[in-house]
């Protein structure tokens, strides 16, 4: 999922994108990273199916826009966390749904059900996702 991101970033011409491992150590540098960060794009599984979160909500800000890849929970508590601050986040609910129908379009050679789409999603995730 890194890469995907790293990908459409480049697509963009997102700027300068730094990616930071628990693996390689460079995790360390988040705090440093991310007070002139942008965006930050967490692509992790960490906070799936509980409360965690990769970052700590006192380095969250107004100016920082914030995407969580993980769907469930939707919003997960960096998200909701992340508002609280100001910040514009959202949850990969929403990234989810977008895959499914694109897909589902391209092998149905038709339009998907979107919003039947959504409301399933939304019915699995509980009934209160950002999809």
Same mark, same amino acid.
């Given at each position: *999922?890194? &890469?995907? *991101? @790293?990908? =459409?970033?480049?697509? *963009?011409?997102?700027?300068?994108?730094?990616? $930071? &491992?628990?693996?390689?150590?460079?995790?360390?540098?988040?705090?440093?990273?991310? +007070?002139?960060?942008?965006?930050?794009?967490?692509?992790?599984?960490?906070?799936?199916?509980?409360? !965690?979160?990769?970052?700590?909500? !006192?380095?969250?800000?107004?100016?920082?826009?914030?995407?969580?890849? *993980?769907?469930? /929970?939707?919003?997960?508590?960096?998200?909701? !966390?992340? &508002?609280?601050?100001? =910040?514009?986040?959202?949850?990969?609910?929403?990234?989810?749904?977008? @895959? =499914?129908?694109?897909?589902?379009? $391209?092998?149905?050679?038709?339009?998907? /059900?979107? !919003?039947?789409?959504?409301?399933? $999603?939304? =019915?699995?995730?509980?009934?209160?996702?950002? +999809?």
């Amino acid at each position: *999922v890194s &890469r995907a *991101v @790293q990908l =459409a970033l480049a697509k *963009v011409d997102a700027g300068r994108v730094t990616v $930071l &491992r628990r693996s390689d150590g460079s995790l360390a540098r988040l705090v440093g990273e991310l +007070a002139t960060a942008d965006l930050l794009v967490n692509a992790t599984p960490v906070g799936t199916g509980s409360d !965690e979160t990769p970052v700590p909500a !006192e380095l969250l800000r107004r100016d920082l826009a914030v995407l969580d890849l *993980v769907y469930r /929970p939707s919003p997960t508590r960096l998200v909701r !966390e992340a &508002r609280a601050a100001g =910040a514009s986040a959202e949850a990969g609910a929403g990234i989810l749904l977008g @895959q =499914a129908w694109r897909s589902l379009e $391209l092998w149905l050679a038709g339009p998907a /059900p979107v !919003e039947v789409m959504r409301a399933a $999603l939304d =019915a699995e995730l509980g009934g209160d996702s950002d +999809a």
